[in-house]
């Protein structure tokens, strides 16, 4: 009866599973699962990026205030670093008794007993689940590493089919790049140079026939009024991808770890998946955030940047901070035009929202913008 029910249990995880489109959904209903389905009090799961760190560390049994107060996520090192160079299963009645085992953060929860499963594919490790402190008498059993096992399985597939999306879509952003190329060139392009033929042509006859030249500025002004609306057209088409596909949250995630990556601060993303907005608040949030980024890490100096995104009375909140030198707020005024407030404030105001800036010489600077989710 336990062998039946469990098997119950594993086809509703899978099930669960390919009912969510985010990687990282599925990942944390594996995650999710697997605690449930073997009776530990702690489980998470890392997939490593190519610094040292985890891309996405998810965990489960921790309430939101725990994990704040662990502090960042942790590092490719001693028992988990390890799990990342062997195909092996890690199963311990004591983490603590691993010889690569070195430390946590004062926060952190006391692990005993200990199951880790790399997420392999065929062999390469993609990342690594474990589980932690079995909450029944006698700890981690052979059949709770082969359901691990199982599960980790699972975990593979969603992270395989995640960079062939990934790189399916790169295939997409090329040739909408080459279709938005072809389209300035035949018809942006093409309307500029009759404008300027036409404008060169009313500057010759200006002087000697002014009723010629003035139907000819007439032709400029039709001109230039058409091209600004195609150019506008084509431009609608350059709404990020990342947004018409994944999402905000998915997005501003994305542009965080890429600039993580390339810059020496470092660029944190906290947050969820919030309600779907309208396609241009969607865009002023993104944009907005993009700003506020650029603006920290070129004038800022900062350490460390962080960006929130969050869903608080009706109002989808986006919070950019960084621990940078910060400004003078009596200086608005140059500090406007130095980092584009104002640009920002008037996407905000469009958009139907509000932007507060808040900083101070030596406290960092934060960016925090609202606009409404409804339409």
Same mark, same amino acid.
């Given at each position: ?62 309430? &939101? ?57 065929? &062999? ?19 059949? &709770? ?176 901070? &960084? ?53």
């Amino acid at each position: 009866m336990r062998d039946r029910d469990e098997l119950r249990e594993v086809s509703a995880a899978v099930l669960a599973v390919t009912a969510h489109l985010s990687v990282r959904e599925v990942l944390q209903t594996i995650l999710t699962s697997a605690r449930r389905l073997v009776d530990a009090r702690y489980a998470a799961l890392g997939v490593p990026d190519r610094n040292g760190g985890f891309g996405e560390f998810l965990a489960d049994g921790l309430t &939101d205030e725990q994990w704040r107060a662990i502090g960042p996520p942790p590092k490719q090192h001693g028992v988990l670093g390890q799990m990342l160079c062997s195909p092996d299963a890690v199963r311990l009645a004591d983490i603590r008794t691993h010889p690569q085992f070195g430390w946590w953060p004062r926060a952190h929860p006391e692990l005993t007993d200990f199951l880790g499963m790399p997420i392999a594919d065929g &062999d390469e490790i993609l990342g690594e689940i474990f589980l932690a402190n079995k909450q029944a008498p006698g700890g981690f059993t052979a059949e &709770d590493e082969e359901l691990l096992r199982l599960l980790a399985g699972h975990a593979a597939i969603a992270i395989v089919n995640a960079r062939l999306y990934e790189r399916s879509r790169e295939l997409s952003i090329m040739e909408e790049r080459n279709r938005l190329a072809r389209e300035l060139h035949d018809a942006v392009t093409q309307k500029l140079f009759s404008l300027r033929l036409t404008a060169e042509a009313a500057a010759t006859v200006v002087e000697r026939d002014a009723a010629r030249a003035a139907v000819q500025l007439a032709t400029v002004r039709q001109l230039a009024a058409e091209a600004v609306e195609e150019l506008r057209a084509v431009l609608i088409g350059l709404r990020p991808i990342d947004l018409a596909g994944d999402g905000l949250e998915a997005a501003l995630r994305k542009q965080a770890d890429l600039l993580d990556r390339v810059h020496e601060a470092g660029v944190t993303f906290t947050g969820a998946p919030v309600p779907r907005l309208t396609a241009a608040r969607e865009e002023t949030v993104y944009r907005i955030a993009q700003e506020a980024l650029h603006n920290a890490l070129r004038h800022g100096e900062p350490s460390h940047v962080s960006v929130g995104l969050a869903t608080r009375d009706g109002r989808v909140v986006l919070t950019v901070t &960084d621990d940078g030198r910060g400004f003078d707020q009596a200086a608005r005024a140059q500090a406007a035009r130095r980092l584009g407030l104002t640009s920002m404030r008037e996407r905000a105001s469009a958009a139907g929202g509000s932007l507060r800036v808040t900083s101070a010489p030596g406290a960092g600077t934060t960016v925090r913008l609202e606009v409404p989710i409804g339409e």
